[in-house]
């Protein structure tokens, strides 16, 4: 067993253990009902996408500055488990607001800035995966991942800017009981240190890919791909 | 409680599917690696 393997084990496991509190512990809210207990984990994706995000900026930043190839690998490995984390929180949104409102999506500013940020991390998956691998690309997709974060503060401070249907936020003005405050913080910490492992074992995997790319001989390459030639008569 | 389960549900699929996959991406290039040594 690897130590990646290992890891995601333990990350596994915590889940769990915030499953069993969401589903178990957590009273069941008094308005919203059963679809209430959908708010742990939609919340927490949302912070710990917002933590990649933040990665992937001071890591674009550091890249920006120094060339060095380790804050490169770190920006791709952070983008794409933000993007991963913050489909889950559309998802979950989706599946949590038509119980409650009564439609899967509104074009209301929480929504939109959320599915803004989606989009632009995914222009800079795009941009990575389309662009030509070098010191250009990768200079572009740092710019992008550092301008891109300016969506965060928009998204989280959007319910307050804005007033729509979604609610505001509960955590910081204290509204949750003591039960479903420990739930959320339990859940928030299982699923940070999940995004934690999934940017390693991305990052790990950057890096080889990175060794491969560079151990491959471009020379043996070139005669591999190419015809034999055909013998002389 | 259906939009819970398909909620939970959709989360498990996408975040387990993607470390899945990565945990199989991760295994296959540490063997090509080890492999050029």
Known sequence: MTRYTRLTAAAVLLMLVAGGLIFLYAPEDYLQKEPQRIFYLHVSTAIAAFACFAVVMVAGAIYLRTESARADRIARAATLVGVVLTSVTLVMGMLYAKPIWGTFWLWDARLTSTLVLWIIYMGYLLLRRLGEPGRQ????AAVVGIFGFVDVPIVYFSVTWWRGHHPGPVIVSNALPPEMLFTFLVTMVCTLFLA????????????????VE?????????VATQREPEPAR | MIYLVVAYAAAVLILGGFLWLSLGTLRELETKASAKK
């Not at chain 1, 934690?196 to 060794?211: C, H, K, N, P, S």
């Not at chain 1, 560079?214 to 070139?222: N, R, S, T, W």
Request: net charge negative; hydrophobic share 50%; proline share 3%.
């Open chain 1, 196 to 211: 934690g492992v999934m940017v390693a074992i991305r990052y790990r995997i950057e890096t080889l890919a990175d060794a």
């Open chain 1, 137 to 140: 690309t990768a200079r572009f």
């Open chain 1, 214 to 222: 560079e151990g491959a001989d471009p020379v043996a390459q070139l």
